[in-house]
């Protein structure tokens, strides 16, 4: 019996979470380390949470990450997106109004 293979999920919802999750992390890395491009620490946020949600189990039936009972990030990449959210979340709603209030009918 072979190694069971799992295919990431690439429906338009996780697509759109997916790009909700890079803008926030842009945002918060432009603003609080005054950088035009990612730093090193937030790119490998930006990858590791982007990874996390290709393989999220919940696939096309997934909510808000806050409303999940499964945590399916490390214990030091969760509290750092803690920390990426709302600093980002009152941003999102200059910056991008439109995701911000999907976002917070998705909860």
């Known amino acids: 019996m072979g190694a069971r293979v799992i295919e990431p999920n690439s429906g338009p919802k996780i697509q759109k ?3 909700i999750v ?5 945002i918060y890395c432009h603003r609080k380390h005054h950088r ?5 620490e937030c790119q490998d946020l ?3 949470a982007l990874l996390r949600l290709s393989f999220c189990r919940f696939g096309e039936d997934k909510t808000a990450c806050s ?3 499964i ?14 959210m709302r600093y980002s979340g009152p941003w999102m ?3 991008h109004p439109i995701y911000s209030i999907k976002h917070l009918l998705n909860k």
Do not use: F, G, T, W
């Not at 890079?22 to 842009?26: A, F, K, N």
């Not at 509290?79 to 990426?84: D, G, I, L, Q, T």
């Open 46 to 48: 930006k990858n590791y």
């Open 17 to 19: 979470e997916k790009e």
């Open 71 to 84: 945590h399916c990030y490390k214990p030091k990449y969760r509290e750092k997106m803690k920390a990426v």
């Open 67 to 69: 409303n999940c009972k």
């Open 36 to 40: 035009d491009s990612l730093c090193k």
């Open 22 to 26: 890079r803008q926030m992390i842009e």
């Open 93 to 95: 709603l200059l910056y």
